[in-house]
């Protein structure tokens, strides 16, 4: 058995990214993203009629946001220091759904602030790719970070014994979003969430509850 073994997300749990593409698409595209209101399928609207903005059309502006704008993202308070105290006892993987065209520039944005640690571009759920990472680095504890309750559920089906962190670190956005059901804790501010983690790495893997037996989610 290796070191313990922290895989967490990047877009609201070690970076701004919302308000950040809130604000480019106020200033540059005239459309309105209302983040508390509506689902993201009708969050983006024109400014100057009210519409909603074309899927396909949101599609482009977050690949165009990657693309020129990912300098205007800033670490989420006490991400930055609480890694680095983390990765004294564990080894750290990014596990990012930004896709492969724009996987360089996560490692060297993240690689700027101090956060140097092995990138992985992904598209879709992240229960696959996460058992892959930890069969990889044969950890004796494992444990996920995300913002997204999806991705807890399928961590949870495809790596049961694996520790899950709820975490949406935009405050802007945090008391609208409800605790993932398949998390094990959700905790929103980072210097509580560094006390979890140390003790969940400290307690060995996470207990399998019968519902995840064969992949079955109750």
């Not at 560094?194 to 109750?218: C, F, H, N, Q, V």
Request: contains cysteine; negative net charge.
């Amino acid at each position: 058995m290796n070191r313990p073994l922290i895989i967490t997300d990047c877009d609201e749990v070690l970076l701004h990214m919302v308000v950040p593409f809130r604000d480019w698409l106020d200033e540059t595209h005239n459309v309105h993203f209302d983040m508390h209101d509506r689902g993201f399928a009708e969050a983006l609207r024109h400014k100057d009629s009210g519409q909603v903005v074309e899927r396909e059309l949101v599609w482009g502006l977050l690949v165009a946001f990657f693309d020129t704008e990912m300098h205007r993202q800033t670490p989420i308070a006490g991400a930055v220091a609480a890694l680095g105290r983390l990765a004294q006892v564990a080894d750290i993987v990014v596990l990012t759904n930004i896709g492969e065209r724009h996987h360089q520039l996560r490692v060297e944005q993240l690689a700027a602030f101090g956060l140097d640690f092995p990138v992985q571009w992904n598209h879709g759920p992240k229960g696959e790719p996460l058992a892959a990472i930890v069969a990889a680095h044969d950890a004796s504890v494992a444990l996920f970070i995300d913002d997204l309750a999806e991705h807890h559920t399928s961590v949870a089906r495809h790596a049961p014994d694996v520790w899950r962190l709820h975490m949406v670190g935009e405050p802007e956005i945090a008391i609208t979003v409800p605790a993932a059901p398949h998390a094990h804790a959700r905790i929103d501010n980072w210097a509580a969430a560094e006390r979890w983690i140390m003790e969940k790495l400290a307690t060995g893997p996470a207990p399998i509850e019968t519902s995840y037996i064969d992949g079955a989610l109750s």
